[in-house]
């Protein structure tokens, strides 16, 4: 579970009781990977596997008007939120168990943006259009979502859960699962 000491981490990483967790971060967690740098994914997966599940919950991108966007900005997000997440899915899938599970994050950005939001809007999209292509080519009945949160104040944490839940235990497979998106 690679940030679970976030916002988002922490809201479902305590519902994972009865699976054997390994909390990753940059700097908290059991353990601490920079998944922003190739050899790091690489390193993590050696140490952990053979795993089950990877749940992915890091990844930062830039909130900037349009006026003042510039490529270091949508570099942010590309670097830091896009790749190391399609990284995650290309090396993980050599580490995962027959039939297990990816779950990466956009955000509601992506489908329905506002004002401000175009730094993180392509990211989110970007990730999502991969997890719809990416998953229909998963080897070995592996399984590839995405959840897109609303902002964290607009979730009810029992949806964010019960979306986790199905990733993990259901068939769904390329999926992007929306949570909080009707709350104001
Ligand atoms: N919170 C929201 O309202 C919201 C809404 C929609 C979408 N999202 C998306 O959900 C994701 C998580 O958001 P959040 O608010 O939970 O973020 P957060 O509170 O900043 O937490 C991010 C977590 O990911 C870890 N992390 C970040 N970059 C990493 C890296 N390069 N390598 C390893 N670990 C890394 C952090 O570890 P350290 O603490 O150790 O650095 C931390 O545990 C983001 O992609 C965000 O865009 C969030």
């Known amino acids: ?9 922490k809201m479902m990483t305590a519902a994972l009781h009865g699976h054997d967790v390994i909390t990753v971060g940059r700097n908290t967690g059991a353990l601490t990977f920079d998944i ?10 050696k140490q952990v596997s ?6 992915c919950t890091a990844g930062d991108s830039m909130t900037t008007h ?3 966007i510039n490529k270091a900005s949508f570099m942010v997000g590309i670097q830091q939120k896009l790749w190391p997440q399609i990284h995650l ?3 993980g899938i050599k580490h995962l168990n027959d039939n297990g599970s990816i779950t990466l994050i956009s955000g509601k950005m992506g489908e329905l943006p506002a004002k401000g939001s175009s730094g993180k809007a392509f990211v989110n999209g970007a990730i999502n259009s991969f997890v ?12 590839l979502n995405v959840i897109s949160p609303s902002k964290a104040s607009d979730i009810n ?3 964010l859960i019960a979306a986790y839940k199905r990733c993990l235990t259901t068939p769904v497979n390329g999926e992007i699962i929306r949570v909080g998106y009707h709350q104001q």
């Open 1 to 9: 579970m690679i940030g679970a000491g976030g916002t988002i981490g």
């Open 157 to 159: 944490e029992a949806d």
């Open 36 to 45: 922003s740098e190739d050899t790091a994914v690489e390193n993590l997966f």
């Open 66 to 68: 349009l006026s003042e």
């Open 50 to 55: 053979p795993i089950d599940a990877i749940i």
């Open 132 to 143: 719809m292509a990416a998953a229909q080519e998963m080897p070995r009945g592996i399984r």
């Open 89 to 91: 899915v290309l090396s």
